[in-house]
């Protein structure tokens, strides 16, 4: 019998925990992703795409194709996937375990200005700078669009979601970026304003180093919080920690009437 673990992925650690999975004898390994990215990179054992209709409709698939296990590895920012599966291995009795990478800290030099949403990144702008790098992705930009008075530069893996801010530059770039990349960027575009998400990693952090460097203010949005009673691990070895595989298959709860 073999252990089914589904991970919700998305992310770099969620493509690197599939890997070390699948690998495993015994174990069977289906990737989730939203399909929010067109060519989203090559991933180890089943993969599907698209939602699972809210909390009742992941109950009902992890029920289904009689998984073990759930390890969420998403964005730290897709809140709403990580509610949905609390509930739902909370209504099927799988163990979760949720992969968060480490969140940036700022350090001496660094001026940011944390706060807990986009749309609160956005009122806190005008009094901080003119010319914004935006790199938070290519949703909720609409948090930004009344603000017809700023330039902004977008950056984003796929094309921006409208509506945008009138004056917008779009940049398509995908991460890890050197200092040097960052450095280039900000000068370039003459930016005197970065906003980002608190996404953690080092992919992406070097834009941090390169605004300390350039002594430029950074409004940082903080991470949703996690689900009541959700403790995260930081890594791959983390979840192998928390999961059992040697007995996962053998306490598969009783998928209930098909």
């Known amino acids: 019998m073999s252990t089914h ?7 770099t650690e969620a493509r690197l ?28 054992g089943d993969v599907r795409i698209g939602g699972f209709g809210g ?3 992941l109950a009902d698939w ?19 996937i990580t509610a949905h599966a609390a509930r739902a291995t909370a209504a099927t009795g799988l163990p979760l ?49 009344r603000l017809t008075e700023l330039h902004f530069v977008v950056r984003s893996v796929e094309p921006p979601e409208p509506p945008m801010p009138p004056d917008t530059v779009v940049v398509a770039a995908r991460g890890p970026f050197t200092l040097a ?11 005197d304003v970065l906003v980002t998400k608190d996404s953690g990693g080092a992919a992406t952090a070097a834009k ?14 903080r991470r949703p919080a996690l689900p009541e009673g959700v403790t995260p691990v ?12 040697d007995r996962l298959g053998l306490d598969r709860p009783d998928p209930g009437p098909r």
């Open 5 to 11: 673990i589904l991970v919700l992925g998305g992310t």
């Open 17 to 44: 925990l599939a890997a070390d999975l699948a690998a495993r004898p015994g174990v069977r390994v289906t990737t989730s992703l939203a399909g929010r990215v067109s060519r989203p990179a090559a991933l180890e």
């Open 55 to 57: 909390a009742e409709g």
């Open 62 to 80: 992890l029920r289904e194709h009689r998984v073990d296990a759930v390890a969420d590895a998403t964005h730290p920012f897709a809140a709403g």
């Open 97 to 145: 375990v949720v992969l968060r990478r480490p969140g940036w800290r700022p350090g001496p030099g660094d001026r940011w200005h944390s706060v807990d949403s986009l749309e609160a990144a956005a009122a806190l702008l005008p009094e901080i700078g003119r010319r914004v790098l935006l790199t938070t992705g290519r949703l909720g930009l609409a948090a930004f669009a």
């Open 181 to 191: 990349d960052e450095s280039r960027l900000l000068r370039a575009h003459r930016i």
């Open 208 to 221: 941090l180093t390169a605004a300390r460097e350039l002594g430029l203010p950074v409004v940082v949005v």
């Open 234 to 245: 930081p890594d791959a070895a983390g979840v192998l920690d928390r999961l059992d595989l």
